[in-house]
């Protein structure tokens, strides 16, 4: 787990296999998301390496109902209730009522390659075939900024799963982007502003229209859900993502 400063109050982690991030606002603290099931460790590591306790955090938003973002998330609730909030087309996956991720299958018929073998490796090993669902998690209401340390606003961005939400942190200038743009995976050896390849995600068509709700965005920073941050204008972050 490696702690990124993005600005003076947020945060980027990189887990094993998926980052999630923190938000600060004095003693408080929101998270998006929360990587794999055996990433709760880390995910207390890095509450605590930013010198704060599990106890600070104020709630959870969900970038999409996928075990590399919402895996630590019930592990985390049993040591401290929170709120947990998400797109409402992702509350079927969070109950466990319906799925829109890659099948072992996908991943394994893609074993012959040697980085997706590697991978597929790592995140077995995190966790990636537990059944994790939070039941409790609310549903976001419309564009309104959430009342959660950082002030977040979701921005819909369908396509990945059919409720992907990013969000924006006003005043930090930055987008948490999910899986809706990454900068990064282990099994592409592209760098650079990018969409998921395309057996991951439930509708790539709709992702790549989503793009536009995040080339509008007047903020500098992408926190991805893979890959580094990334710095620069949004518009050409996406851009990027397309060519
Ligand atoms: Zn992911």
Partial sequence: MKVRRATTDVFLVEGVASNWVLVRDG?????????????????????EQIGHRIEDVRGVLITHAHIDHVGAIPALLRRHTVPTF????????????????????????????????RWA???????????????????????????LPGAPRSVPCPGHTSGHTA???????VVVTGDALITGHPIVARTGPQLLPAFFGHDSAQAFA?????????VDTVLPGHGPIWRGSLRSAVDEARS
Avoid: F, N
Avoid at 124 to 143: F, N, Y
Avoid at 210 to 218: G, I, Q, R, V, Y
């Fill in 121 to 147: 490796v790592t995140i077995a090993r995190a966790g990636a075939q537990t059944h994790v669902s939070v039941p409790e998690t609310q549903a976001l209401q419309s564009d309104s900024a959430l009342d």
């Fill in 167 to 173: 969000y924006m942190l006003p005043d930090a200038g």
């Fill in 86 to 117: 998400a797109g409402e087309r992702e509350l079927p996956m969070l109950v466990g009522e319906r799925h829109e991720q890659a099948t072992t299958w996908d991943v394994v018929s893609r074993c012959w390659r040697p980085r997706v073998a």
């Fill in 210 to 218: 989503s793009l536009d709700a995040l080339a509008e965005l007047d």
């Fill in 27 to 47: 003693h408080d603290l929101t998270l998006i998301d929360a990587g794999y099931p055996k990433d709760i460790e880390d995910v207390v590591a890095s509450v």
